[in-house]
């Protein structure tokens, strides 16, 4: 089994950054994917950035790119997600995922794919 926790959110002013850990505890696969998604109230579930645990291709939705910066730690088996220039449409409750295979590999923006989630962690951007 895997466990995922996030940290690092709370409350900052527009122009502002954060970075968010997910500590992931419990079997990893090299084959695998650690994504951040996120979800503002009222809205669905939209895909943020991944990253291949080994290897390190990366994945940015248009929004996050530029301004969020997704790196690994694989020794502390931590993802960090560094997000810059934060906006208010960035408040949200951020997720870590994991997912490992073919298929999340390949298409690493599908939530759906993902094995693990974490209990999410809250982002506000004040304007």
């Known amino acids: 089994q895997v466990q995922l926790v996030e940290s690092g959110g709370g409350l900052v002013q527009a122009g502002g950054s954060l970075r968010l850990s997910c500590a992931v505890s419990g079997r990893t696969f090299s084959n695998s994917v650690m994504g951040w998604f996120r979800q503002a109230p009222g809205k669905e579930r939209e895909f943020v950035s991944a990253?291949?645990?080994?290897?390190?291709?990366?994945y940015y939705s248009d929004s996050a790119k530029g301004r969020f910066i997704i790196s690994s730690d694989n020794a502390k088996n931590t993802v960090y997600l560094l997000m810059n220039s934060l906006k208010p449409e960035d408040t949200a409750v951020y997720y870590c995922?994991?997912?490992?295979?073919?298929?999340?590999?390949?298409?690493?923006?599908?939530?759906?794919?993902?094995?693990?989630w974490g209990q999410g962690t809250q982002v506000t951007v004040s304007s």
């Open positions: 995922a994991a997912g490992r295979g073919i298929a999340v590999l390949t298409n690493p923006t599908a939530g759906g794919l993902y094995d693990y």
């Open positions: 990253i291949w645990w080994n290897g390190g291709n990366t």
